[in-house]
């Protein structure tokens, strides 16, 4: 994991090797580590902030250790450990509008702690490992994402926190959380190849699916300037979503016993196909209008971006017909990044874009083309 130092060519690492690094640009147009600081664990997480200069680094025994990065970068004064959690911190988020060090760790539980005394303030725990966390510091409402695919919303206070709702949407593990907190609008990433933006300003249970990947989604950010989404996984894909559209939920599947098109009975109607002395079909869905469908009725294939549908999926053959060519206008571009993605951070202000290897590899990209 990795994140780009802001107003600097440099960028803090850390890693399994146990190693917390800053890396900074030398003349030669090379990084060079400033800093190498070994931990007493494996480093699986970390927050910085510019501001304060603070740096916060989760460890695979539930230890956070809190550093000071000096002037000039070259040197990490330790501040205080923070005893959050009984297993590897999966995730860590420092707020400074409240002093809080939120967490989330393999142990089930979200926890958070005052950055000013050390204190733990309180914690939560989760229906599976937590793998991933948002926070919103103006409704102090905190989004854990676990490995059931399961995102739990907390109300959170200075002495206690109180689960307002579940969002369950995904089929496989939950490895990565954006927020726009300008439009209340959370973005998920997970194991099934799927993305959902979950509409929490608009309070009406509204939420819409992206589909540009072919493998695991492992990481996500968002730019609030440019209302736009880039992803990450295991496709060795980059995607770069236009969130500006006015998208579209995608429909409930109808169940019926009967084609909705041709009213041809699917193979478990047996009254039907005694009364019709035919063999039943098997059962599609259109991906457009949801409705039941045999396979005769539901020969072509489309695009569908409003949808979150980038790659061509099953519709039936009325809405196929009435697709433009307009609907079929991409939302969404893709970049081959020739390895798998773990991890991801944008610098808005320069749009440089970070990534992170399933090589370990740590690549500095020059955005500034697509993000517009």
């Not at 309180?122 to 994402?145: I, M, Y």
């Not at 009967?258 to 005694?274: L, V, Y």
């Not at 063999?279 to 539901?298: E, F, M, P, T, W």
Request: hydrophobic content about 35%.
């Amino acid at each position: 994991m990795a994140v780009i130092i802001p107003k600097e060519d440099g960028v803090i690492s850390v890693s399994d090797d146990r190693t917390v690094r800053v890396w900074l640009k030398r003349d030669t147009g090379q990084y060079w580590p400033s800093i190498c600081h070994t931990m007493p664990a494996e480093a699986s997480s970390l927050d910085y902030n510019a501001e304060t200069r603070r740096l916060f680094v989760g460890l695979s025994n539930g230890t956070i250790s809190e550093f000071l990065v000096a002037d000039d970068y070259n040197r990490l004064t330790h501040t205080r450990d923070y005893l959050a959690h009984q297993n590897r911190v999966t995730c860590l988020m420092f707020s400074l509008a409240c002093e809080w060090v939120l967490t989330t760790g393999r142990d089930k539980y979200f926890q958070w702690h005052c950055s000013e005394s050390g204190r733990r303030l309180g914690g939560h725990q989760v229906s599976g490992w937590s793998t991933c966390l948002q926070f919103d510091e103006q409704s102090k409402c905190a989004f854990v994402g676990d490995y059931s695919g399961q995102i739990t919303i907390l109300k959170v206070s200075d002495s206690s926190c109180e689960e307002v709702t579940n969002l369950k949407g995904h089929t496989g593990s939950i490895r990565s959380l954006a927020w726009d907190a300008e439009r209340s609008l959370l973005f998920s990433g997970s194991y099934d190849q799927s993305i959902v933006v979950w509409d929490i300003g608009g309070q009406n249970g509204e939420a819409f699916e992206l589909q540009g990947h072919r493998d695991k989604v492992q990481s996500l950010v968002y730019s609030s300037v440019t209302k736009q989404l880039m992803s990450g996984g295991d496709d060795h894909i980059l995607t770069i979503w236009n969130m500006e559209i006015k998208r579209q939920e995608t429909p409930d599947w109808a169940e019926t016993d009967c084609c909705e098109r041709c009213k041809c009975p699917f193979f478990w109607n047996m009254k039907k196909m005694w009364e019709q002395k035919k063999l039943g079909n098997r059962q599609h869905h259109c991906r457009k209008c949801g409705i039941a469908v045999c396979a005769k009725c539901s020969s072509k294939t489309s695009t569908i971006p409003k949808m979150g549908f980038e790659f061509p999926v099953r519709v039936c053959d009325q809405c196929y017909e009435e697709t433009t060519e307009d609907d079929k206008a991409p939302q969404a571009t893709f970049h081959d990044t020739k390895i798998a993605i773990r991890f991801l951070h944008l610098d808005e202000t320069r749009k440089l874009l970070l990534t992170v290897g399933v090589d370990r590899i740590i690549k500095i990209w020059d955005v500034s083309s697509v993000l517009h």
